[in-house]
């Protein structure tokens, strides 16, 4: 008897709606270098409206995915790496309402607030699942952080919105978990095996709580205080530790992890647009390096993943 073909749809995993973090990353990038360098909104505006073609699309074909092979989305709301990508479904709408603000208020608002929600509800089942749930602390890796990094997203936009004290309750749940999961995740690199290789690139979410936590930060208090200044020199420190495994990441085949590289990149860049002007120091040169190096990067991970979708090779991660 004859199986039936598997559809597409099945082998869109999880941790490829983290390719639409990497695309608000960066629309963040060149929306701060808009306002830096004092040109047109117009890039920043075209890679929102990317990232929200890319993030529809990918509801689609998992919302199929659900429907049509809901025991491969049941095994990877049990794996114990796959589970921690549920919130970038949450973060997405987050980033999305950020970017959209200027242009479409009434629809950033909703989709903030809904991310926020969601972003709340992931956060309670991911952290219950943790507590009743028996993992091997091998299985522990960096993307534990990003429940963490979703909770300190919603600070960016809740002044704007109106909601301080909404940004201040999450930024209070993100700072716990930062801690809290630097801790483990630090004692897991250092005294278990090194990560394997398609785990390897969410070393970069190291980069991603400092770097986001800055930002919010700064629009929490208002200004580039005491604490800004030590969350963005964290960054700095972590982005320095990152440079030492650049070439065993070029080394590294493609993954879908790959797109862990791009979004914490891009945060980095837009929180050095935020802290680096207010230095007396000529600080262009190493602005137009970041952003020139996150869009290399997060278009070269882009056309990576074309050519795997097209050569189906998402099939076999």
């Known amino acids: 008897m004859n199986s039936q073909p598997t559809p597409f749809c099945a082998h869109i995993p999880l941790p490829l709606f983290a390719s639409v973090m990497g695309l608000c990353g960066l629309a963040m990038v060149w929306h701060s270098a808009a306002i830096h360098w004092q040109f047109s909104s117009l890039p920043a505006d075209l890679i929102t409206l990317l ?17 049509a092979c809901g025991d491969r989305v049941m095994a990877e709301l049990r794996h114990p790496v796959r589970i921690n990508f549920l919130p970038t479904l949450s973060i997405n709408l987050i980033l999305l309402g950020i970017l959209s603000r200027e242009w479409l208020p009434s629809a950033s608002l909703w989709l903030w607030m809904t991310g926020a929600a969601f972003q709340l509800l992931f956060t309670l089942i991911i952290v219950t699942i943790w507590i009743e749930s028996e993992r091997p602390s091998a299985s522990i890796n960096p993307a534990w952080f990003i429940p963490a990094v979703g909770n300190v997203l919603v600070p960016i936009a809740a002044v704007p919105a109106g909601y301080p004290m909404v940004g201040w309750f999450f930024m209070a749940i993100g700072l716990f978990f930062w801690l809290t999961m630097n801790t483990i995740v630090f004692y897991r690199l250092i005294t278990k095996p090194a990560l394997e290789d398609p785990m390897r690139p969410t070393l970069m979410i190291l980069l991603a709580p400092p770097a986001v ?20 020199l964290m960054s700095v420190f972590i982005a320095a530790l990152l440079v030492l495994q650049v070439p065993r990441f070029i080394k590294l085949p493609f993954f879908p992890s790959w797109w862990a590289y791009t979004f914490p990149m891009a945060a980095f860049t837009s929180a050095s647009f935020r802290f680096l002007p207010l230095q007396q120091t000529s600080i262009d040169p190493i602005l137009a390096f970041l952003a ?19 050569r189906g090779e998402l099939a076999g991660h």
């Open 51 to 67: 990232a929200a073609i890319v993030f529809g699309l990918l509801l689609m074909l998992y919302g199929y995915k659900v429907v």
């Open 213 to 232: 936590g800055f930002m919010a930060w700064v629009n929490l208090a208002g200004q580039v205080d005491a604490f800004a200044t030590l969350l963005y």
């Open 292 to 310: 020139g190096l996150s869009t290399l990067v997060i278009l070269t991970v882009a056309a990576r993943t074309l050519l795997a979708v097209v």
